[in-house]
């Protein structure tokens, strides 16, 4: 079985300050890990991916996350959030192998407050 | 630009009228993909195509039927549109074989408004 959990709904931070976003996932296979951004009503732009190389991947616009396996876990990073960051974020997760499972995460909607 | 193309981006149709959501794509990737997206959801799979093969979600209603003609284009076809089918469609790609396949592309969507 294959899932992602999306510990928050909502996150609001304050403009410069970290963003942090959860996710957990559980996989039988090797996953893949992405992590995609949605402005209101657009499509999904790609952020960064775990690919099984390194763990610690850096995407667009500062944005950076860790695949911990240990914790099954992939949360994504900011140093220091954005008014144009505000936006609804969903994590991932692509089973490898002939059939590739997709598995989105419910979403994290980030406010940017002034 | 490679790209993914969905048109249009705004769909308005009627209770019970048949309706058709356009994807194109210039990635020349292998694997396309279908998504209904409701308002503050997570996208959800209908289908998608690995090549010519065809592989329907598990829960996808019968009112959903997809095209793919050739590589680069696919379609969405709604028989029967109804009330709760309205929702953002999205089209993505997939390389699907060889090195980052999986990596989906997505494109701008279309909102459809059912009457």
């Known amino acids: 079985a294959q899932s992602v959990t999306q510990l928050d709904s909502h996150v609001s931070v304050s403009e410069g300050t970290p963003v942090l976003l959860r996710c957990n996932y559980s996989?039988?296979?090797?996953?893949?890990l992405f992590w995609y951004v949605q402005h209101p009503n657009k499509g999904l732009q790609l952020l960064l991916k775990?690919?099984?190389?390194?763990?610690l991947v850096k995407g667009i616009n500062g944005f950076e996350a860790e695949f911990k396996k240990s914790e099954t876990s992939f949360h994504l990073t900011k140093p220091s959030a954005h008014m144009s960051d505000a936006a609804e974020y969903f994590c991932?997760?692509?089973?490898?192998?002939?059939?590739?499972?997709?598995?989105f995460g419910t979403g994290t909607k980030l406010q940017v407050i002034p | 630009d490679a790209m993914v193309i969905q048109n249009p981006r705004y769909q308005v149709t009627q209770f019970g009228k048949p309706v058709t959501l356009s994807c194109s794509q210039t990635?020349?990737?292998?694997?396309m993909y279908w998504y209904q997206q409701k308002s503050s959801q997570a996208p959800k799979l209908l289908f998608h195509?690995?090549?010519?093969?065809?592989?329907n979600e598990a829960d996808t209603p019968d009112n959903f039927q997809s095209r793919r003609p050739n590589t680069s284009f696919c379609f969405l076809d709604i028989r029967s549109p109804g009330l709760g089918d309205a929702a953002m469609y999205l089209c993505?790609?997939?390389?699907?074989?060889?090195?980052?396949?999986?990596?989906?592309?997505f494109g701008p969507g279309t909102r459809l408004t059912v009457l």
């Open positions: 990635l020349n990737h292998n694997v």
């Open positions: 993505a790609t997939s390389r699907g074989r060889g090195d980052l396949s999986n990596e989906q592309f």
């Open positions: 195509y690995y090549d010519k093969d065809f592989n």
């Open positions: 991932v997760v692509i089973s490898s192998g002939g059939y590739q499972k997709v598995t």
């Open positions: 775990y690919t099984s190389a390194a763990t």
């Open positions: 996989s039988s296979y090797s996953p893949s």
